[in-house]
């Protein structure tokens, strides 16, 4: 039987300066990756850590797997991956003591952790590929390191949601496809990703959904049927040409001004929300 993850109805979410989400109305089935878009300041953040618990709910109603949202459930059931930006590297703590932080609530021998955590641990950053910084402090690690650092602390409980803002920043290209798989063996293991971009080629090639966010939703679906010049404009109010090509790719590409797509690409497709 299906279940569902996250159910939004209503939601308004504010900092004490006016709502940044203002009725939003979304939900998400169990085991789906779904990406999150829009400008800056939009509200992706923001949803995220409504979902992980960590910002109170000024109105509607929040559920994860059919419970009430709070603290607890979130707990239970969710991991929430922050940007690496928003970590002070002036704690002092290693890579893999950084990583075992996420047992910190769970762990029956915390403040210290068993071998078996610590082995756990150290596995993850060995599959996400930063085994080599464990023991170096979080403070001397590159962004890209501390992304897949705090990845790892975010896995290390087997939660059934991994939350992740902006996985992707500041990643070359191996590293990218390295989070990339990880993604996909989650979904295939049935865990539930969502995630936050500014990368809307690499969501339209990886990902079979995406949100466009703008304070409220404004577009949900397959990326092919929502990444529109349309959706585009109203959400970010820039000019771009989407070319839709014969196989069902979807690329954006950035305007100076407006102008109609490459006579080769299939027509704008009707926004659905």
Same mark, same amino acid.
């Given at each position: 039987?299906?279940?569902?993850?996250?159910?939004?109805?209503?939601l308004?979410?504010?900092? &004490?300066?006016?709502?940044v989400?203002?009725?939003?109305d979304? /939900?998400? @089935?169990?085991?789906?990756? =779904? &990406?999150?878009v829009?400008? $800056?300041?939009?509200?992706?953040?923001?949803?995220?850590?409504?979902?992980?618990g960590?910002?109170?709910?000024?109105?509607?109603?929040?559920?994860?797997?059919?419970?009430?949202?709070?603290?607890?459930?979130?707990?239970?059931?969710? /991991?929430?991956?922050?940007q690496? /930006? $928003?970590?002070?590297?002036?704690?002092?703590?290693t890579?893999?003591?950084?990583?075992?932080?996420?047992?910190?609530g769970?762990s029956?021998?915390?403040?210290?952790?068993?071998?078996?955590?610590?082995?756990?641990?150290?596995?993850?950053? #060995?599959?996400?590929?930063?085994?080599? *910084?464990?023991?170096?402090?979080?403070?001397?690690?590159?962004?890209?390191?501390?992304?897949r *650092?705090?990845i790892?602390?975010?896995?290390?409980? #087997?939660?059934?949601?991994?939350?992740?803002?902006?996985?992707?920043?500041?990643?070359?290209?191996?590293?990218?496809?390295? =989070?990339?798989?990880?993604?996909?063996?989650?979904?295939?293991?049935? @865990?539930?990703?969502?995630?936050?971009?500014?990368?809307?080629?690499?969501?339209?090639?990886?990902?079979?959904?995406v949100?466009?966010?703008?304070?409220?939703?404004?577009?949900?679906?397959?990326?092919?049927? =929502?990444?529109?010049?349309?959706?585009i404009?109203?959400v970010?109010?820039?000019?771009?040409?989407?070319?839709?090509?014969?196989?069902?790719?979807v690329? *954006?590409?950035?305007?100076?001004s407006?102008g109609?797509?490459?006579?080769?690409?299939?027509?704008?497709?009707t926004? @659905?929300?």
């Amino acid at each position: 039987m299906t279940r569902t993850a996250f159910s939004a109805t209503g939601l308004v979410c504010d900092y &004490g300066r006016g709502p940044v989400l203002r009725s939003v109305d979304l /939900s998400i @089935t169990a085991g789906e990756v =779904v &990406g999150i878009v829009g400008p $800056s300041g939009c509200g992706k953040t923001t949803l995220l850590k409504a979902f992980a618990g960590i910002v109170p709910v000024r109105s509607g109603e929040l559920r994860v797997f059919d419970e009430p949202l709070t603290r607890a459930t979130a707990h239970r059931h969710v /991991s929430y991956v922050p940007q690496s /930006s $928003s970590v002070n590297p002036a704690v002092p703590m290693t890579a893999l003591d950084a990583v075992m932080l996420g047992l910190a609530g769970r762990s029956p021998r915390r403040p210290t952790f068993s071998r078996p955590e610590r082995r756990r641990s150290f596995e993850l950053l #060995e599959r996400l590929g930063v085994d080599d *910084v464990a023991g170096r402090q979080v403070a001397e690690l590159s962004g890209g390191q501390l992304q897949r *650092v705090l990845i790892a602390r975010a896995l290390v409980t #087997e939660p059934d949601v991994v939350l992740m803002d902006e996985p992707t920043s500041g990643l070359d290209l191996r590293r990218l496809r390295e =989070v990339l798989l990880l993604i996909r063996d989650l979904h295939r293991s049935g @865990t539930t990703v969502v995630l936050t971009t500014h990368d809307l080629n690499w969501v339209a090639a990886q990902l079979p959904r995406v949100v466009f966010l703008d304070g409220t939703v404004v577009a949900d679906g397959r990326p092919l049927d =929502v990444i529109t010049t349309e959706v585009i404009d109203r959400v970010y109010g820039a000019p771009a040409k989407v070319i839709h090509d014969r196989r069902g790719n979807v690329v *954006v590409l950035a305007q100076l001004s407006g102008g109609a797509p490459p006579s080769d690409a299939a027509p704008a497709r009707t926004v @659905t929300s």
